[in-house]
């Protein structure tokens, strides 16, 4: 079926670097693409979405970047600080038909910074 | 804290037994979704419920797995006769109907069957 999938399942960078995590998806129907992060033993916490007609959003200190042409999406985050260790996952969700508001997540990616 | 909270945080059950969680949404939020998640993998949906009606349930949810939304408020998830392979982490999510893009979740009830 369709899905939503990571090139790198794990990331290690420096404290003050450009952190770039990077997901191919697709499902062209989907009309966002979601941002999570998840910190071990808790819940996922949104981040940042984007909607499809879209090809970049910023956020504070966090840039998504669509491309539509190669399904890909990517989060930026900017001058990466120790609390930004965890897993982030890319889901897509699409606002129409039998799967309206059903997010289907990729497999995540671990970023590790460090001090 | 008007968050998503979930209760309880981690059950340990034995095979055969059956279990039931609670999740109680944002208050404003009229969706409300659960989601499982194994260690590794991202959350898979089961289910969904508008104010009180269950819309969707995934093939995931098996005739062993109910849940209910009775006042469009709260939720329970219960799970019949345990199995191993139910040993996960169980995530509430909700949202307004408009913006099922902005899903924000609770911290999950972890799982484990023995």
């Known amino acids: 079926g369709e899905s939503v999938g990571l090139h790198l399942p794990t990331l290690s960078v420096q404290e003050g670097d450009n952190s770039i995590i990077n997901c191919a998806y697709s499902?062209?129907?989907?009309?966002?693409f979601i941002w999570y992060k998840q910190e071990s033993g808790k819940g996922p916490q949104f981040i940042i979405d984007?909607?499809?007609?879209?090809d970049k959003r910023q956020g504070q200190r966090v840039t998504v970047l669509l491309n539509k042409t190669v399904k890909h999406l990517s989060l930026q985050i900017a001058a990466t600080q120790p609390g930004d260790s965890a897993v982030y996952f890319c889901?897509?969700?699409?606002?129409?038909?039998?799967?309206?508001?059903?997010?289907?997540f990729g497999q995540g990616t671990i970023l590790t910074v460090h001090p | 804290d008007t968050g998503v909270s979930q209760d309880p945080r981690h059950k340990i059950t034995k095979r055969g037994q059956n279990v039931t969680f609670r999740c109680d949404p944002i208050?404003?939020?009229?969706?409300l979704y659960w989601y499982r998640q194994t260690l590794g993998q991202g959350p898979e949906f089961l289910t969904y419920?508008?104010?009180?009606?269950?819309?969707?349930k995934s093939r995931l949810l098996s005739d062993r797995f109910s849940a209910e939304r009775p006042k469009g408020s709260f939720s329970t998830l219960e799970i019949q006769r345990t199995e191993q392979g139910d040993s996960a982490m169980y995530l509430c999510?909700?949202?307004?109907?408009?913006?099922?893009?902005?899903?924000?979740f609770g911290p999950g009830t972890r799982l484990t069957v023995l």
């Open positions: 999510a909700s949202s307004t109907t408009g913006t099922p893009n902005e899903q924000f």
């Open positions: 984007i909607r499809s007609n879209m």
């Open positions: 419920f508008q104010n009180e009606a269950q819309l969707e």
């Open positions: 208050s404003e939020h009229n969706r």
């Open positions: 889901a897509e969700v699409p606002l129409g038909g039998t799967s309206y508001g059903k997010l289907t």
């Open positions: 499902n062209s129907a989907s009309d966002y």
